[in-house]
Nanobody
Framework: QVQLVESGGGLVHAGGSLRLSCQASGTTFSRNAMGWYRQAPGKSRELVAR??????NYADSVKGRFTISRDNAKNTVYLQMNNLKTEDTAVYYCNSRRYYSSSAYSDYWGQGTQVTVSS
């Protein structure tokens, strides 16, 4: 059974920084694409950043401010968030995606961690 446990959320002033962590168990972590999504109140869940086979991609709104990284030895993925803005306020979810083919995959989700940025 795949489990993803997030940590590192909290309350920060605009311009501040936070680092989110997500530790995975029950899966071959190094083979999975890992990502961070977020969902703000009244909005749909959106991709923030993804890392897969060493390549990364980011939502335009966080480029230059957020950095995703992974430590396969620790089964952990990180999201370093700098220069936070009030619009970054959301629940952040860790995602692990296991591909079976180019078009078939399974998604696993963490429970979410709240990030609140105050002005």
């Amino acid at each position: 059974q795949v489990q993803l446990v997030e940590s590192g959320g909290g309350l920060v002033h605009a311009g501040g920084s936070l680092r989110l962590s997500c530790q995975a168990s029950g899966t071959t972590f190094s083979r999975n694409a890992m990502g961070w999504y977020r969902q703000a109140p009244g909005k749909s869940r959106e991709l923030v950043a993804r890392i897969d086979s060493g390549s990364t991609n980011y939502a335009d709104s966080v480029k230059g401010r957020f950095t995703i990284s992974r430590d396969n030895a620790k089964n952990t993925v990180y999201l370093q968030m700098n220069n936070l803005k009030t619009e970054d306020t959301a629940v952040y979810y860790c995602n692990s995606r296991r591909y079976y083919s180019s078009s078939a995959y399974s998604d696993y989700w963490g429970q979410g961690t709240q990030v609140t940025v105050s002005s």
